[in-house]
């Protein structure tokens, strides 16, 4: 009799000391289209970069401040100029004076060519103002073509940038000679970035314009797109030149990242969300819950993963209930109240 009045007062205790229901949110598994793909190593790199040089010779009298922020055609460094500018100056003076004598010898050319009609003396005299008028139109045009050559010089003495961008660093300092040609100053343009990887050349037959890759870096994610893929690959490396075009405004050039490229056709698989998947320390496993709200685990083997859904396998089908907030505490065969996708379930 004391037997039984024990057990009787066991399981009510032993009810009563059981997991109340947990809140939790849920997704349903699904079939997806889904591709096999593997990670591979690529990084950051600017479409415009670039050293800028300069384009005569000549002591270096400013240069832009690295980190300065620049647009197409601002100055980034000006070369000592003045010995071009006297020679500028000079030859602006002389332009004007030959074209005072060109003007000059052209009216007395009118005024002879009159006189020649009855004068012989004229005549002679109109020839030679005729060889003075062509010889100054001769130095005029010369003098306006060292002219040209002299403003380019000076035009050129202001190192102007190519592209817009911001000065990545100084190649050279202020008071150091440059030679035409050498490089003053880094440009990057950090607004125009992609990213660049070696992949296999079999893959490039699972990658079109229409595929979105993912990338990843330090704490972020991006879809990409492809700009280019250039088969550059040799019998030994057999790599291709993959290019993509993204946006992320934290991403810098030379920073690492990885992207998932395919490797096989896609194939209709069972995906669940990332956030479902529950990680022991030798195995996986999802909580599905059943029609009466319980708590089931069941265990997986992971497969190919696309942006927030992976592929699963095991004792799960498409339409099941899978915990993907709150699976942490959940314990087997534990009730659960599921709450709608945007409720906490801190308890």
């Not at 817009?164 to 202020?174: I, N």
Request: one cysteine or more; proline letters at 5%; aromatic letters at 4%.
């Amino acid at each position: 009799m004391s037997l039984l009045t024990c057990l009787f007062i066991l399981g009510p205790v032993s009810a009563a000391d059981g997991p109340p229901p947990a809140p939790v949110v849920v997704a349903i598994a699904k079939q997806q289209a889904i591709a096999p793909s593997s990670w591979f190593f690529g990084s950051v790199y600017s479409r415009s970069q670039a050293n800028i040089a300069s384009e005569v010779t000549g002591r270096l009298l400013e240069v832009a401040e690295v980190g300065q922020l620049v647009k197409q055609g601002d100055i980034l460094a000006r070369i000592d100029a003045s010995a071009v500018t006297l020679q500028y100056d000079e030859l602006r003076a002389q332009i004007t004076s030959e074209q005072a004598r060109l003007t000059f010898f052209s009216s007395e050319v009118e005024r002879l060519q009159q006189l020649a009609k009855t004068n012989h003396a004229a005549r002679t005299q109109l020839e030679q103002t005729q060889s003075d008028r062509d010889a100054t139109q001769g130095a005029l045009a010369a003098a306006r073509s060292r002219f040209a050559q002299s403003k380019d010089r000076v035009e050129r003495s202001h190192i102007k940038a190519p592209f817009s961008g911001t000065v990545a660093q100084r190649l050279l300092e202020p008071g150091e000679w440059a030679e035409s040609g050498d490089a003053v100053v880094e440009l990057i343009d950090i607004g125009n970035l992609e990213v660049r990887a070696r992949i296999p050349l079999d893959s490039m037959a699972y990658i079109t314009t229409e595929t979105p890759l993912r990338v990843k870096a330090i704490n972020s994610e991006v879809l990409a797109t492809l700009r280019s893929l250039v088969p550059v690959g040799d019998i030994v490396s057999r790599l291709a030149d993959l290019r993509l075009s993204f946006h992320h405004p934290d991403w810098r050039p030379g920073q690492s990242v990885r992207v998932a490229v395919p490797t096989g056709e896609d194939k209709q698989s069972l995906v669940v969300p990332r956030d479902a998947l529950v990680l022991r320390s030798n195995s996986t496993r999802v909580y599905r819950i059943n029609n009466d709200d319980i708590a089931e685990p069941i265990d997986v083997v992971l497969g190919s993963a696309d942006g927030e859904w992976i592929e699963v396998s095991g004792e799960l089908a498409a339409g099941d209930r899978v915990v993907i907030r709150g699976g942490e505490r959940l314990r087997p065969g534990q009730k659960v109240i599921v709450q709608p996708a945007g409720k906490s379930v801190i308890q």
